[in-house]
């Protein structure tokens, strides 16, 4: 049994869930997400939760989709009753971000601006060196700060680039200096 297929996934007040046969919307206080479902999945709706179920529990491909969608749907839950956010920091002499309608605009140290579309549905912040990307879908605001952060990954030697909030940089040494006489 997939262990985290079987935990049902409860449904807090104000999140209403509509179930048809091919597809899965969720409807909270911040919007609504769609799911279309595959059809070895089956999905069970009680009062206050939702059960995953598949066709074969001991198919390896089924119980994978199993917890799959057991996870698609509580990320769901989760985005419409409190939302997703990343927040990103930027470290290096000279790089900035700004936003411009739309746009975030990066100064990382290129001869040109990097300039960047912002997703529908999400929503982004600035302050100084952070950026805080939100959104109500759990995988656009992963995939676009994931664009974001490759843009200037951050590098070893003296930690600048872009990095998540909390991401620990393994630094390493620079250049080892000869002792006095020793290059001889």
Do not use: C
Not at 130 to 143: E, H, L
Not at 162 to 181: D, F, H, L, S
């Amino acid at each position: 049994m997939s262990r985290i297929g079987k935990k049902p996934v409860t449904i807090p007040s104000g999140v209403n869930v509509d179930l048809t046969s091919e597809v899965l919307k969720v409807k909270g206080p911040k919007g609504e997400l769609t799911l279309n479902l595959h059809p070895k999945v089956q999905i069970e709706k009680g009062e206050n939760e939702v059960v995953v179920k598949v066709s074969n529990e001991e198919n390896k491909q089924q119980r994978a989709l199993w917890g799959l969608y057991r996870a698609l749907i509580n990320n769901m839950v989760a985005g419409v009753s409190t939302g997703f956010s990343k927040v990103l920091e930027i470290n290096g002499v000279g790089y900035k971000v700004e936003l411009q309608g739309k746009k975030l605009v990066l100064q990382l140290g290129y001869s040109h601006p990097v300039e960047l579309e912002i997703p529908a549905g999400l929503e982004a912040k600035v302050e100084k060196n952070t950026i805080t990307i939100s959104g109500i879908d759990r995988q656009s605001v992963g995939q676009f700060a994931a664009v974001i952060r490759s843009k200037r990954e951050p590098e070893p030697y003296k930690g600048k680039g872009i990095k998540y909030q909390g991401e620990v940089i393994r630094r390493k040494a620079g250049k080892v200096v000869k002792a006095v006489g020793g290059g001889k």
